[in-house]
């Protein structure tokens, strides 16, 4: 093993001859004119600035001059870096779409990419559509294309505005020195990047050309020379909020309004690090989750809508070791033993957070650090006493403190080293948890071959609350690849080791551990416009899983695609899987030691959608799996619609529909008498799930919008008949029906649904502040009318309690260089 992966790194370190493009450059004109943000080139320093023009292709036609002129110019001030674009397009044909903030849609776009350090990896995003709606992002990883939005939650405070003219649109930016991260050297070269999209012609360009062999596209960004003499000025940045939370239930009407205040900060510590704090933190107005039933026996994961936790987190997130959904959670660490005659009748929902904050930067040679701190606030459970009545509170989790640390070294050929450390720290008897992971990202100087690596150690120390002791468990993971990642033919292998107690979830996110996995991927891309087709691409998937303990077989699977988008951009995709062989399942039992063995299965789909261009798009979606030996089925269909309706209003309706026939799971354990395993029941069942969900805008102004959002997730479970899994991994035929004794109910039927609404209205009435009005509505309901008609359910559901919650929420940005200067003059 040892050999192998030092010949993986050797051959890392080769060059194996394809030729390196040399980067567009230009040298930065510095300007002491004062530059108003109105979209019109009126001042006579951009004269003075080199115009930058020939864009070329990323798509349809990659490496092809863009069809459209377009030309850019940059100057820098004590200040800021101003950019003046100039993007021909006819007037008919602009596609000017208002959206909400972070909300490019269909509109055409001008954007800008900077990487201060030119390493390639890490670097900001900020667009600007017709309409003048504004979009930023935070790059990591080179920008990769598949993950190139991957923290648009991150909204940096800068000036732009938009005009349109009869041949041509135009964009003005103002960026400040805050917004940027960079070191302190007197002479500074940065990466850059300029694109356009000209929805019309669906065409994206960029001004350094961008091969799309290459994986990412920061790394292939032009360069800006002779940047002198920038300093980082004091980035201290406050957002004080106050908000007010009406909520009302069905069962207590409505409750006493909450006045909640508070305050972030963003402090940059010097031209590289900043300091994010959000003190009495509120997130009373976040998304609802998109709940389901679930009948599995992993946890399900939620994305993570709280916005401190979305933005910025892109170094912590990078060992994937940090689920921020963790902090606020409950996890039931009791810190004294019940009574034997006493239950749980109340049990928080979450856990209050103190503070939370986070520092992170990168050094002049590279290093990237992070840290992030959070504190929770204690949460208590409410027992009572079966046989005298007694009530009281016991303490479920003590304050806790999370914590994560990142040191991210940028390499040679746009590689990395990342260390990451993750520790969470309970008092008052409860666990506490530390992981450690070590990933590498090594690539030749071509950027051809690539080997990627991981190391995690996990540490668990519980404390035993019956003899007063502390329990030990250790575990580890790693995970090794080497893929060819540049050219039409790609490829990529990986195995990974997760031991059976490597566990990160007291901070992390892991359905499961106790595996060895074998991957093999193969593909074929075709970049430029062939035949029918703008791109295509088709691949080969080979997994094989084992059990890590005992060493035992668990799936083989095999995998095939074919997918890209037609000449009228029209997208599509097939594919097919199979499982040839019989897997075993080792966890759906819940009992270790009992495999639950499944058959052979295959599967086919497909998926199609429509020109996006339009104001009318359809897209849809079509699977159908099957196991013959049970006649079991699992087949699902969806289907969605977009329709746009001038420049102000779009609703978008989603489809979902799955119905699973025949279909084995586990049911419950029985036990006799004397609490000995008898039993462990599996029953034959038919689940049909059914989602629709609705969502619509309707802009005022680029700065104003009102959007709505409802989701319906129905689910209905069916049981057919009851077999008992034996300790030899035999399904049988058992005496037990399912039902009630007294009623005849049955017991495992369930008719599940979540119903919910999130309404917003928000008014970014200055940069960096905002107003938002937001009207949540849930209803959840669990019950045994499983033959009821989607209207009768439907009806049903509106008509069981509710709870809503209305919030005013108020934010404003405070900047601490405009109070100084205020002061000043006064």
Same mark, same amino acid.
């Given at each position: 093993m040892k050999r192998s992966i030092l010949l993986l790194l050797l051959l890392t370190s080769l060059n194996f001859g394809v030729a390196q493009v040399q980067p567009k450059s230009f040298n930065a004109v510095r300007t002491t004119e004062k530059i108003k943000i109105d979209g019109v080139f009126d001042e006579a320093s951009w004269q003075e600035a080199p115009v930058l023009t020939d864009f070329v292709q990323r798509r349809p036609n990659p490496g092809a001059p863009s069809q459209r002129k377009t030309e850019v110019r940059l100057m820098y001030d004590d200040e800021a870096v101003y950019i003046?674009?100039?993007?021909?397009?006819?007037?008919?044909?602009?596609?000017?779409?208002?959206?909400?903030?972070?909300?490019?849609?269909?509109?055409?776009?001008?954007?800008?990419?900077?990487?201060?350090?030119?390493?390639?990896? &890490?670097?900001?995003?900020? #667009?600007?559509?017709?309409?003048?709606?504004?979009?930023?992002?935070?790059?990591?990883?080179?920008?990769?294309?598949?993950?190139?939005?991957?923290?648009?939650?991150?909204?940096?405070?800068?000036?732009?505005?938009?005009?349109? &003219?009869?041949?041509?649109?135009?964009?003005?930016?103002?960026?400040?020195?805050a917004v940027l991260r960079f070191n302190s050297r007197e002479v500074q070269e940065w990466g850059i990047n300029f694109f356009r999209?000209?929805?019309?012609?669906?065409?994206?360009?960029?001004?350094?050309?961008?091969?799309?062999?290459?994986?990412?596209?920061?790394?292939?960004?032009?360069?800006?020379?002779?940047?002198?003499?920038?300093?980082?000025?004091?980035?201290?940045?406050?957002?004080?909020?106050?908000?007010?939370?009406?909520?009302?239930?069905?069962?207590?009407? #409505?409750?006493?309004?909450?006045?909640?205040?508070?305050?972030?900060?963003?402090?940059?510590?010097?031209?590289?690090?900043?300091?994010?704090?959000?003190?009495?933190?509120?997130?009373?107005?976040?998304?609802?989750? &998109?709940?389901?039933?679930?009948l599995?026996?992993?946890?399900?994961?939620?994305?993570?809508?709280?916005?401190?936790?979305?933005?910025?987190?892109?170094?912590?997130?990078?060992?994937?070791? #940090?689920?921020?959904? @963790?902090?606020?959670?409950?996890?039931?660490?009791?810190?004294?033993?019940?009574?034997?005659?006493?239950?749980?009748?109340?049990?928080?929902?979450?856990?209050?957070?103190?503070?939370?904050?986070?520092?992170?930067?990168?050094?002049?040679?590279?290093?990237?650090?992070?840290?992030?701190n959070a504190l929770t606030e204690r949460t208590f459970i409410t027992v009572q006493d079966t046989e005298t009545g007694a009530v009281r509170e016991i303490e479920a989790d003590p304050l806790t403190n999370f914590n994560v640390i990142v040191l991210d070294q940028n390499l040679k050929n746009n590689s990395s080293l990342t260390l990451t450390n993750t520790n969470v720290l309970r008092g008052k008897n409860a666990d506490d948890a530390n992981v450690t992971g070590l990933n590498f990202n090594l690539n030749d100087e071509s950027l051809t071959w690539r080997v990627r690596g991981f190391y995690a150690y996990s540490q668990i120390a519980s404390h035993n609350i019956e003899n007063n002791n502390i329990d030990r468990k250790t575990g580890y993971k790693y995970n090794i690849g080497f893929s060819k990642t540049r050219g039409n033919f790609q490829f990529g292998v990986n195995r990974n080791v997760e031991t059976d107690d490597y566990d990160i979830n007291d901070l992390g996110f892991l359905r499961r551990a106790n595996r060895i996995d074998h991957e093999l991927n193969l593909s074929y891309l075709q970049f430029e416009p062939k035949g029918i087709f703008n791109d295509y691409r088709y691949g080969v998937r080979l997994e094989h899983n084992k059990l890590y303990n005992p060493n035992m077989f668990s799936e083989f699977q095999v995998s095939a695609n074919f997918g890209g988008s037609f000449r009228n951009f029209w997208g599509f995709s097939v594919d097919a899987n199979t499982n040839p062989v019989e897997s075993n399942d080792y966890?759906?039992?819940?009992?270790?030691?009992?495999?639950?063995?499944?058959?052979?299965?295959?599967?086919?789909?497909?998926?199609?959608?429509?020109?996006?261009?339009?104001?009318?798009?359809?897209?849809?979606?079509? @699977?159908?799996?099957?196991?013959?030996?049970?006649?079991?089925?699992?087949?699902?269909?969806?289907?969605?619609?977009?329709?746009?309706?001038?420049?102000?209003?779009?609703?978008?309706?989603?489809?979902?529909?799955?119905?699973?026939?025949?279909?084995?799971?586990?049911?419950?354990?029985?036990?006799?008498?004397?609490?000995?395993?008898?039993?462990?029941?599996?029953?034959? @069942? &038919?689940?049909?799930?059914?989602?629709?969900?609705l969502s619509s805008s309707y802009i005022f102004t680029n700065r104003m919008g009102i959007t709505f959002r409802m989701r319906h997730y129905w689910s209905r479970v069916e049981y057919n008949d009851f077999l008992e899994l034996t300790e030899d991994d035999r399904l049988q035929d058992i005496d037990y029906t399912g039902t009630d004794s007294t009623t005849g109910e049955p017991l495992h039927n369930r008719n599940f649904n979540?119903?919910?609404?999130?309404?917003?209205?928000?008014?970014?009435?200055?940069?960096?502040?905002?107003?938002?009005?937001?009207?949540?509505?849930?209803?959840?309901?669990?019950?045994?009318?499983?033959?009821?008609?989607?209207?009768?359910?439907?009806?049903?559901?509106?008509?069981?309690?509710?709870?809503?919650?209305?919030?005013?929420?108020?934010?404003? #940005?405070?900047?601490?260089?405009?109070?100084?200067?205020?002061?000043?003059?006064?």
């Open positions: 003046a674009a100039k993007i021909y397009e006819d007037r008919d044909q602009v596609f000017n779409i208002l959206t909400n903030r972070d909300n490019i849609g269909n509109s055409d776009y001008f954007g800008v990419a900077i990487d201060p350090f030119k390493a390639g990896l &890490n670097g900001v995003g900020l #667009f600007v559509t017709v309409a003048g709606v504004q979009y930023d992002a935070l790059y990591s990883n080179g920008g990769n294309e598949r993950i190139w939005r991957n923290d648009n939650d991150w909204n940096a405070v800068w000036l732009s505005d938009t005009k349109i &003219n009869d041949d041509h649109w135009t964009a003005e930016f103002k960026i400040p020195y999209k000209s929805t019309a012609l669906n065409e994206d360009s960029f001004w350094n050309p961008i091969d799309p062999q290459i994986d990412g596209f920061l790394n292939q960004a032009g360069v800006v020379k002779n940047l002198r003499n920038i300093e980082t000025p004091t980035r201290l940045f406050f957002y004080p909020y106050v908000s007010t939370v009406v909520s009302r239930s069905t069962a207590t009407g #409505f409750v006493e309004p909450q006045f909640n205040g508070g305050m972030d900060i963003k402090y940059g510590i010097n031209d590289a690090f900043t300091l994010d704090a959000t003190l009495i933190p509120d997130f009373s107005g976040v998304r609802s989750d &998109n709940q389901v039933l679930n599995s026996p992993f946890e399900v994961r939620f994305d993570e809508n709280r916005q401190f936790f979305t933005e910025g987190v892109e170094l912590f997130n990078k060992a994937g070791l #940090f689920y921020s959904r @963790r902090i606020g959670s409950t996890f039931g660490n009791l810190t004294e033993e019940l009574n034997d005659n006493e239950t749980i009748i109340v049990r928080p929902q979450a856990a209050q957070l103190i503070n939370a904050s986070k520092i992170t930067g990168r050094t002049n040679s590279g290093l990237g650090i992070g840290f992030f966890f759906e039992a819940r009992v270790p030691g009992y495999i639950f063995k499944r058959p052979e299965s295959y599967s086919f789909g497909a998926r199609l959608n429509t020109d996006s261009r339009k104001n009318f798009r359809l897209s849809g979606r079509l @699977r159908f799996w099957k196991r013959p030996d049970w006649d079991q089925v699992d087949n699902s269909a969806n289907i969605g619609a977009r329709l746009r309706m001038g420049t102000r209003v779009e609703i978008n309706h989603n489809v979902d529909y799955s119905f699973r026939e025949n279909e084995r799971g586990y049911v419950r354990r029985i036990y006799d008498n004397s609490g000995a395993l008898e039993h462990v029941v599996f029953g034959i @069942r &038919n689940v049909r799930n059914l989602t629709n969900t979540q119903f919910n609404i999130d309404m917003e209205y928000n008014w970014q009435f200055l940069p960096g502040s905002e107003v938002r009005v937001i009207w949540k509505r849930s209803i959840g309901t669990d019950d045994l009318n499983t033959q009821l008609d989607f209207f009768d359910n439907f009806g049903n559901t509106l008509s069981a309690p509710n709870f809503d919650t209305i919030t005013i929420r108020m934010v404003y #940005f405070v900047d601490y260089l405009k109070i100084k200067n205020i002061f000043r003059k006064s």
